[in-house]
């Protein structure tokens, strides 16, 4: 059995600007982290905290006045971590300060935290990033989103690959696979919400792009700006079942078969659970997350 404790405060919503309360659960190894709430906990949680909800294929905190979503990363990162863990020496200290609130505990048992037991569970695959765009068709404004690499690559801002692009529809519903007429197949892309219409992923990035560049190739900066928005991030633990398949757990390419399991290959044996090539796994070992 986990245990997990539950804290709360109130925060401004970034949309009315009303206060609104924000829940999250604490890492039972180190308190000061906020971990990735899964489906169990979520239910859970849902249950206390009528404003913790999954609408978008995610459990997330909602404003109580005007029902936008409160953006994980922004309330376990920015707001938990960073406004106020970081500033104290002890979770006990910001509870007896008055600046979050204690709300008990809830256990999870060892079945429903199996998940979690993965390594790099809860390391970002891809950053998602939501901008807004006319409609060349319809002319109205239109969200879309797209997604940059958390880690230190050439090319950041870069198309969800399939994995990724599974977990995007899960959550919205303008992005969708749909006909490309320019390059004559299905692909996975951002559709206007007033006309349906495609809106071009080179368009879409370079909107993205234009933002980072604006804010020196940070994402807080742009977010400040009102560039851009900081979606949930995906994590390995989102595209689990791709991995399952035989693919990369970070880039999502094929894993080939490697050592005595390959023509000319070296000697010993692939292992049956291998779920990254060894320089994914090597970026995600050497990472801060």
């Keep these: 059995m986990k245990t997990y404790n539950l804290y709360s405060w109130e925060g401004e919503c970034w949309k009315c600007k009303q206060s609104t309360p924000r829940a999250i659960a604490a890492n039972p190894d180190y308190e000061f982290n906020a971990v990735d709430v899964d489906e169990k906990l979520g239910e859970k949680m849902g249950e206390k905290f009528p404003y913790f909800q999954k609408k978008r294929g995610v459990w997330e905190n909602w404003c109580t006045h005007c029902d936008s979503i409160q953006g994980n990363f922004y309330v376990q990162t920015e707001e938990w971590f960073v406004e106020k863990a970081s500033i104290y020496d002890s979770v006990q200290g910001m509870v007896d300060s008055g600046i979050v609130n204690h709300e008990g ?89 007033h006309c349906g219409l495609i809106q071009g992923n080179g368009f879409v990035a370079q909107i993205v792009q234009d933002a980072l560049d604006d804010a020196d190739n940070n994402m807080y900066i742009a977010r400040d700006n009102g560039a851009l928005v900081l979606c949930e991030s995906i994590n390995i633990i989102h595209v689990d079942e791709f991995v399952k398949l035989g693919y990369c757990g970070l880039c999502s390419k094929k894993l080939q078969p490697i050592k005595d399991n390959r023509v000319n290959g070296r000697f010993g044996r692939d292992w049956k659970q291998r779920r990254f090539h060894i320089k994914c796994w090597k970026m995600l070992n050497d990472s801060d997350y």
């Excluded at 060892?110 to 569970?121: G, I, M, P, Y």
């Excluded at 901008?131 to 997604?147: D, G, N």
């Excluded at 529809?169 to 892309?189: D, L, P, Y």
Aim: a negative charge; one cysteine or more; glycine letters at 4%.
């Design 105 to 193: 505990e809830i256990g999870i048992g060892e079945d429903e935290e199996e998940e979690s037991k993965l390594k790099f569970a809860y390391h970002p695959v891809d950053w998602v990033l939501e901008a807004k765009r006319e409609c060349f068709k319809c002319k109205k404004t239109t969200p879309v989103i797209y997604t940059a690499s958390p880690y230190l690559v050439e090319e950041r801002v870069r198309e969800p690959h399939e994995a990724s692009a599974q977990v995007l529809a899960n959550r919205f519903h303008f992005w969708k696979k749909s006909m490309n007429k320019t390059q004559g197949k299905e692909v996975w892309s951002n559709h206007c919400l």
